[in-house]
């Protein structure tokens, strides 16, 4: 892949940057990283910028140039000594549970998924095509934008245990506008302020796969 010094300053990745949206401000995005580390910066020069990106992976996947920007972001992290965030080995592999009969079975119109934004960005030309048919085929909707890149909630990751990223105001953009009565998590960490926002029954997806056969279509006893 190609590297920060390929970057041409095109702001295509700016689109997808939830950072950026918050901030307004081109030093917050995979760009302004990018050009700062061409003059030279490190990873400790970017501390501050470096703490408001919540590690989504979405600008990986609109660089014309095809930059690794999470390894570059990454890389910028450990030369600041604040470790990018790693998966948990024993975290359950909700691309697999997504890909289950069971789901298939059990989604409704009316609800909306929320797709782990971390886990779809890095398989993302394999899982692109699975949650779209499986948008079609239960007619849920999901939180994709028009490109087709899952909206991160931010909960749970550095920048918001640094308080550098604003999950509220995150949370407020991503359900702009959509119509649900259910709301379904991949990662359960998104479960308790989803519920709490939208005031609407939240299950994670291993719940409602395991739910009994008689409650599946109920949502009333469903809050998390
Ligand atoms: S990983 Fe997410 S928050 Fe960080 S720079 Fe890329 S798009 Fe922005
Ligand atoms: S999309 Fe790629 S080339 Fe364009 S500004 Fe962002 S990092 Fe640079």
């Not at 998966?87 to 697999?96: C, G, H, I, N, Q």
């Not at 899952?150 to 702009?176: K, M, P, Y």
Request: with cysteine; glycine share 6%.
């Amino acid at each position: 892949m190609a590297s920060f010094s390929d970057c041409y300053g095109c702001s295509l990745c700016l689109l997808s940057c939830p950072m950026w949206l918050q901030r307004r401000d081109v030093r917050f995005s995979p760009q302004g990283y990018a050009k700062a580390m061409q003059h030279g910066a490190t990873g400790a020069d970017m501390d501050q910028a470096l703490s408001a990106c919540i590690q989504c992976g979405a600008c990986d996947l609109l660089c014309p140039e095809q930059i690794d920007l999470s390894g570059m972001i990454a890389a910028a992290l450990q030369q600041a000594e604040a470790p990018a965030a790693v998966a948990d080995a024993a975290e359950p592999d909700w691309f697999a549970m997504s890909r289950t009969p069971a789901l298939r079975q059990r989604l409704r119109a009316d609800d909306l998924y929320i797709i782990d934004a971390v886990c779809f960005h890095a398989g993302h030309t394999l899982r692109a095509p699975h949650y779209d048919q499986l948008r079609r085929q239960t007619g849920c909707s999901m939180n994709l934008d028009l490109n087709r890149m899952a909206v991160a909630t931010g909960i749970g990751s550095r920048a918001e245990s640094l308080q550098a990223f604003d999950v509220n105001r995150q949370l407020e953009w991503l359900l702009l506008g959509r119509r649900f009565q259910r709301v379904i998590v991949e990662n359960p960490a998104d479960q308790r302020m989803l519920a709490q926002m939208t005031g609407k029954p939240v299950l994670s997806v291993s719940a409602l796969i395991n739910l009994p056969e008689s409650g599946a279509n109920r949502s009333e006893t469903e809050h998390a």
